[in-house]
């Protein structure tokens, strides 16, 4: 095989290992898996049996994306966007994907998710013919034609990125628009709650520093009582003061047997 010409981005390369093992290696290794490496979620015979269907076809059409969409379908794999819940295995109307590039209220695309990458996955998972009899298909395909031009939406093999032109160009800045506002709603009420949780760290953290204090406080005080017997006897340097405590401690007060006491303190 001859070399890539200088500056040629490398294609990916693809090989079946086995019957249900197909394995994609790209100029990425990070990007390179099987089947079996991707997450089968709950459904897992019917997410096994898409996935294969979606290795399959990328394994036809790959040669022909950029590097960025390749790494991007191979992206979606990984997260699981191929995966079934208990509707949609016989109807594509209800799987997550499809209800995230359609709105099924209004009965129109969600634009900003009206994506090459998105539909690959989606035929892959049902295939143009089913996808065609369902609800949501027919509108799906029509609005990724309008974003991308041509017949891409039937044939899949790459040929550019979107062109946001027109009308739907206008509904794409809108809901554009109102993405951006929800996400900045949500971006405020975070900021409320750090701003709630960083006051309530202030606070355990004053309340910690006042118990520190205060341990301080008493383990100094237990200090300074720790050698009561030392402080007591800097009360009584004094000979006298001995001889008058320790005669009160023996004989009681004074003038009770002072010659008891006298002989006591006179002993040698």
């Given at each position: 095989?001859?070399?890539?010409e200088?500056?040629?981005?490398p294609?990916t390369?693809v090989?079946?290992?086995?019957?249900d093992?197909?394995?994609?290696?790209?100029?990425?290794p990070?990007n390179?898996?099987?089947?079996?490496?991707?997450p089968?979620?709950?459904?897992?015979?019917?997410?096994?049996?898409?996935?294969?269907?979606?290795?399959?076809?990328?394994k036809?059409?790959?040669?022909?994306?950029?590097?960025?969409?390749?790494?991007e379908?191979l992206?979606?794999?990984?997260?699981?966007?191929?995966?079934h819940?208990?509707?949609?295995?016989?109807?594509p109307?209800h799987?997550?994907?499809a209800?995230k590039?359609?709105d099924r209220?209004?009965?129109?695309?969600?634009?900003y998710?009206?994506?090459?990458e998105?539909?690959?996955v989606?035929?892959?998972?049902?295939?143009?013919e089913?996808?065609e009899?369902?609800?949501?298909?027919?509108?799906?395909?029509?609005s990724?034609?309008?974003r991308?031009?041509?017949?891409i939406?039937i044939?899949?093999?790459?040929?550019?990125?979107?062109?946001?032109?027109?009308?739907?160009?206008r509904?794409?800045?809108?809901?554009?628009?109102?993405?951006?506002?929800e996400?900045h709603?949500?971006?405020?009420?975070?900021q409320?709650t750090?701003?709630k949780?960083?006051?309530?760290?202030q606070k355990?953290?004053?309340?910690?520093q006042?118990?520190?204090?205060?341990?301080?406080?008493?383990?100094?005080q237990?200090?300074?009582?720790?050698?009561?017997?030392k402080?007591?006897?800097?009360d009584?340097e004094?000979?006298?003061?001995?001889?008058?405590?320790?005669?009160?401690?023996?004989?009681?007060n004074?003038?009770e047997d002072?010659?008891?006491r006298?002989?006591?303190?006179t002993r040698?």
């Amino acid at each position: 095989m001859a070399d890539p010409e200088p500056g040629a981005a490398p294609a990916t390369v693809v090989e079946v290992a086995e019957e249900d093992d197909v394995v994609i290696i790209s100029d990425d290794p990070m990007n390179s898996l099987t089947v079996e490496d991707l997450p089968m979620g709950v459904l897992k015979d019917d997410n096994k049996q898409a996935a294969i269907r979606i290795i399959e076809m990328f394994k036809e059409k790959a040669p022909s994306m950029p590097r960025q969409v390749r790494d991007e379908i191979l992206d979606l794999l990984k997260k699981g966007a191929f995966h079934h819940n208990t509707s949609s295995r016989t109807e594509p109307s209800h799987h997550p994907l499809a209800e995230k590039m359609w709105d099924r209220q209004v009965k129109g695309p969600w634009w900003y998710h009206i994506t090459y990458e998105n539909w690959f996955v989606l035929v892959g998972i049902y295939g143009l013919e089913k996808l065609e009899r369902s609800a949501v298909g027919p509108g799906i395909r029509s609005s990724i034609e309008r974003r991308y031009g041509g017949d891409i939406g039937i044939d899949l093999t790459w040929r550019n990125h979107p062109v946001d032109q027109g009308q739907h160009a206008r509904h794409l800045l809108t809901q554009l628009a109102a993405k951006f506002g929800e996400h900045h709603r949500t971006a405020d009420q975070l900021q409320k709650t750090v701003n709630k949780l960083q006051k309530i760290a202030q606070k355990l953290l004053e309340q910690r520093q006042r118990g520190l204090t205060s341990h301080d406080q008493r383990a100094s005080q237990i200090a300074e009582d720790d050698h009561p017997m030392k402080n007591w006897a800097d009360d009584y340097e004094d000979d006298d003061e001995w001889e008058k405590l320790a005669g009160y401690y023996y004989f009681g007060n004074e003038g009770e047997d002072d010659d008891e006491r006298e002989n006591f303190f006179t002993r040698e």
